[in-house]
């Protein structure tokens, strides 16, 4: 069966750090590329950062660059997205998904909530 599982979401301070990660099981993970999106409250899905097989490139949302990064280990079939100096409005289900060719994936999400 096929699972992307989110971890590492939570409740934090503006100025604050997190590191999310997605689990991937069930496909081949070194031929996906990667991406981390984001939804908050009232609002569409955003693409936050990709990243390519084999982590040979990366993109992010020109917002985030510098404080967003997004890195794989093939070896453990995991994404992270390390995430920096967060504000308020990084508030949101962040997801994680998985694509090759015409197929793509979606875990469930994992809520970041900026909060003072």
């Known amino acids: 069966q096929v699972q992307l599982v989110e971890s590492g979401g939570g409740l934090v301070q503006p100025g604050g750090s997190l590191r999310l990660s997605c689990a991937a099981s069930?496909?081949?993970?070194?031929?996906?590329?990667m991406r981390w999106y984001r939804q908050a409250p009232g609002k569409e899905r955003k693409l936050v950062a990709a990243?390519?097989?084999?982590?040979?490139?990366?993109t992010y949302a020109d917002s985030l660059k510098g404080r967003f990064t997004i890195s794989r280990d093939d070896a453990k079939n995991t994404v992270y997205l390390e995430m920096n100096s967060l504000k308020l409005d990084d508030t949101a289900v962040y997801y994680c998904?998985?694509?090759?060719?015409?197929?793509?994936?979606w875990g469930q999400g994992t809520q970041v909530t900026v909060s003072s």
């Open positions: 998904s998985a694509r090759f060719a015409q197929i793509t994936y």
């Open positions: 069930g496909f081949t993970f070194i031929n996906y590329a």
């Open positions: 990243i390519t097989t084999r982590g040979s490139s990366t």
